[in-house]
């Protein structure tokens, strides 16, 4: 079995109390950390990856998001789903390209730009271009930014997804959709639906979030964070 095809494996579980949990590598080593937990594959977060290579989130170049990627998917053995933002102005077929050569299987795509949100159809056509471009060579989750910058009515959340569905998306993400309408997203979508969990123990469990609806959770760039204020922590008692 193919890395793709093991990744989309994962997203077949039948407990829905048993989401598929996917942490966030910001670098190689943390990628390593996360395989020797257990983990069965990764996703990595853009913000993450901004951060550990000194950009706000949104202002990486494409180039060094790439290389990023290829090194965390050169540090293990298990499947590594890439989060490149809105795809860098990048072509279709040069996107899928770029995605393959960095040894990733999966992708995030989102809906918006500088927190603006593009036209539904005219992403859902891009979304399709990108799907016949990869053939089944990568998994790709369409995040669905309504949340983030609408005024929170999950209806368009759920016409964006039907539309992204419709022009293959595998799976889709409605980042920041609160935990009391995933049980009306999973009514409304068809196919996995991502949801965003939190470390802090405020929100709910991945265990929750599944049966709420979620198929898989992940967690942006809150590891990273949480690690940068572990070590901030580590640091405040050094000697100086």
Known sequence: MSKVEAFRALHRRTAPDDPLVLPGPW??????????AGFPALATPSAGIAASLGYRDGQTPADEMFAAVARIARAVDVPVSADVEDGYGLPAKELVER???????????????RGVLKDPHEHAEWLAEVRHAAGDALFVNAR???????????????ERAGLYVAAGADCVYPIHAPADVLPLLRSGVQGPINVM????????????????????????????????????????????
């Open 27 to 36: 670098d190689a080593a943390s990628a390593e950390v996360l395989v020797a």
């Open 144 to 158: 669905v930014d309504t949340f983030a910058y609408g005024d929170g009515d999950p209806e368009p959340a759920v």
């Open 99 to 113: 995605l393959l050569g960095a040894g990733a299987v999966g992708c995030n795509l989102e809906d918006s730009h």
């Open 197 to 240: 969990g939190r470390l802090d123990g405020k929100g709910p469990s991945p265990t929750e979030l599944g049966e709420l609806g979620a198929t898989r959770v992940t967690f942006g760039p809150g590891l990273q964070r949480w690690a940068a204020l572990a070590l901030q922590g580590m640091a405040a008692h050094l000697p100086k």
